[in-house]
């Protein structure tokens, strides 16, 4: 005879302790009206989702049909693999991974890292007010557009701009030039300038953490004999380590999403061979030369890789992490 399972309060258990779909529906409904105003609050953002994400992805079949503006989603007719074809047989598109990738790793060499230690730098000043103006002119150029941005660096690299000025000055060159036109100097214009604008609102995170750090930590430390470097390499980095592994699987995930409004900014004729990114070169074949089935194919394929990118990050840092994953 099949004995009977007991539940948590003694009782002979039903058979499942699984509660039913009913059931399920009337839990939500009163946990939804017993907090219907921050419920009411993640409605929007929800619709937005559904509306923008979730819905276009039935367009996606487009990177599989030969679709023109003349053509719905649904009379265009089915190409299969085609697409995806031209793609290994383009040499435009290789040599736009190229630079995005050398971008790419550029900044996460360089990008990566200048943040964290800029967060340690700004946590380890007393002085208030100079951490304060540190602070703000660090986050300063994040506020501004690509637009700004790109507009000053155009005029500050010209012939006659304030850099070649200055390096003439300095009796560092001998002759002026326009940098933006060497296509050589690109990766790095593209790496340092978007390290200036992001490298201080990339601290925001750090900072937080660093200010949830226990002192007692440090002042235990101190009794040690332990200085200023042992105590960050041994209490404050080691309680940064989920944010910057969370960080870290994000910028790797990232690594075929250059930035587009940069290259918009900066490209031109002269340097377009080393500024050509994949988010450039699908808005180009997309919008620019209406080829809509060839850019999604693309962009499909891309979002495909870096879907491979986020989960193989995410098992390297959790090994890295005693199995503790951060997603």
């Known amino acids: ?7 948590s309060s003694g009782r002979p258990s039903s058979g499942s302790d699984k509660p039913s779909i009913g059931q399920r529906i009337k839990r939500f409904t009163v946990e939804y009206f017993r907090q219907w105003e921050l419920q009411s609050m993640v409605l929007p953002g929800i619709l937005f989702m559904i509306v923008f994400s979730f819905v276009p992805i039935y ?3 487009i990177a599989f049909k030969s679709y023109t503006v003349i053509d719905t989603l649904d009379s265009a007719p089915w190409v299969g693999l085609d697409n995806f074809k031209i793609i290994l047989s383009d040499r435009y598109f290789w040599d736009s991974v190229v630079n995005t990738l050398a971008i790419s790793f550029l900044k996460l060499a ?3 890292v200048l943040p964290i230690i800029l967060g340690v730098m700004i946590y380890e000043v007393r002085y208030s007010r100079f951490k304060k103006f ?25 012939t006659t701009g304030l850099f070649n000025q200055l390096l003439l000055d300095l009796g560092l060159i001998s002759q002026a030039q326009n940098i933006l036109l060497d296509a050589n100097k690109y990766w790095w214009i593209a790496t340092l300038s978007d390290i200036w604008k992001e490298a201080g609102w990339g601290t925001i995170l750090y900072l937080a953490i660093m200010a949830k750090i226990d002192p007692t930590y440090y002042e235990a430390a101190k009794i040690d004999g332990a200085s200023r470097l042992r105590q ?3 209490i404050t980095l080691p309680n940064m380590k989920m944010i910057i592994s969370l960080n870290l699987i994000l910028t790797i995930s990232g690594l075929l999403g250059s930035n587009l409004d940069q290259t918009l900014v900066l490209m031109n004729s002269q340097n377009r061979e080393k500024a050509e990114v994949i988010n450039s070169y699908v ?6 030369q209406g080829d ?20 193989t990050a995410n098992k390297v840092t959790s090994k890295l992490n005693d199995n503790q994953s951060v997603l």
Do not use: D, E, N
């Open 1 to 7: 005879m099949a004995k009977s399972a007991l539940t």
């Open 59 to 61: 367009g996606l079949t």
């Open 110 to 112: 360089i990008g990566f």
């Open 134 to 158: 540190v602070q703000t002119v660090s986050y300063l150029p994040h506020f501004l557009s690509w637009i700004v941005l790109g507009g000053m660096m155009i005029t500050w690299f010209a």
């Open 232 to 234: 960050i390499w041994h």
């Open 283 to 288: 808005y180009r074949m997309g919008l620019a």
């Open 292 to 311: 809509f089935s060839y850019a999604t194919a693309v962009g499909l394929g891309v979002s495909i890789v870096s879907v491979i990118l986020l989960i």
